[in-house]
């Protein structure tokens, strides 16, 4: 693959990745084609879409598309959820992971399709939907810092159960997926996995990306995040199909 042909892909996953979620899926097997290591490539893809997730989290917040209180809070057990996964990324294979996967996102599709999402009030409050928040926010980032693809979408969909609105829900989203991002690239820097100076420059597209696809998202809200999730859901079950 040559140069040109993987900074499109970049701008296409951040594009992706900000509006739903799993723009890692596009971007990560961009990094194998172009002939990285698959360390290099997980590492390689934080340090760009940390920098496109940046961008995405100002352009949401400037919208005012993100609860503060709940994004932060549940940020701190990504934080403590992306430094496990990752740092168990760096000894254990992802077979098994991977083949658990392929069992739930059948599952997960469908309570996308059946979920409206957004239109009525919280499901939950108060310390219930701290409790909530903190659950899936460590669990969901650990798998962020142990394989990546889709976290934000997972993201989206558990604030979406909550309750909140689908702009509401990919604003928090990228708040949370921005701190483990930060977590895993820093473990990831001090292993020496990154490629810095392809990293700087991918990282340009994939903030092109973000900012293209966060501005649609608040335009168009549900009329393009839902869908975005569910073709998000597909890509990552082809992906993980070829990896058998």
């Excluded at 961008?55 to 934080?79: P, W």
């Excluded at 219930?128 to 990546?148: H, R, T």
């Excluded at 930060?182 to 996995?193: E, K, P, Q, Y």
Aim: aromatic share 14%.
């Amino acid at each position: 693959m040559n140069s040109f042909l993987l900074f499109f892909l970049i701008f296409l996953a951040g594009f992706v990745d900000s509006i739903a979620g799993g723009g890692g899926l596009i971007s990560l097997s961009a990094y194998y084609a172009y002939g990285l290591s698959p360390i290099e490539a997980l590492s390689s893809n934080k340090f760009s879409s940390t920098c496109g997730t940046l961008c995405s989290v100002i352009n949401y917040s400037r919208n005012g598309s993100i609860i503060f209180r709940t994004a932060l809070f549940g940020a701190l057990f990504a934080f403590i959820g992306s430094f496990i996964g990752s740092s168990l990324a760096v000894l254990f294979s992802d077979y098994y992971f991977r083949l658990f996967m392929l069992l739930i996102i059948p599952a997960v599709t469908i309570l996308t399709l059946k979920r409206k999402g957004g239109e009525k009030e919280r499901r939950f409050s108060g310390t219930k939907e701290n409790l909530i928040v903190a659950a899936f926010s460590l669990v969901i980032g650990m798998y962020d810092g142990f394989f990546g693809p889709g976290t934000g979408m997972f993201l989206t969909l558990a604030f979406s159960y909550i309750g909140f609105s689908m702009l509401e829900s990919a604003g928090n989203t990228k708040v949370i997926n921005l701190t483990s991002n930060i977590v895993a690239l820093s473990v990831f820097l001090i292993n020496g996995s990154v490629d810095i100076r392809l990293g700087l420059m991918c990282s340009l597209f994939s903030i092109a990306g973000n900012i293209t696809g966060s501005s649609l998202a608040i335009k168009l809200e549900r009329k393009i995040i839902k869908p975005m999730l569910l073709i998000v859901l597909a890509l990552l079950y082809l992906d993980l199909l070829g990896a058998f």
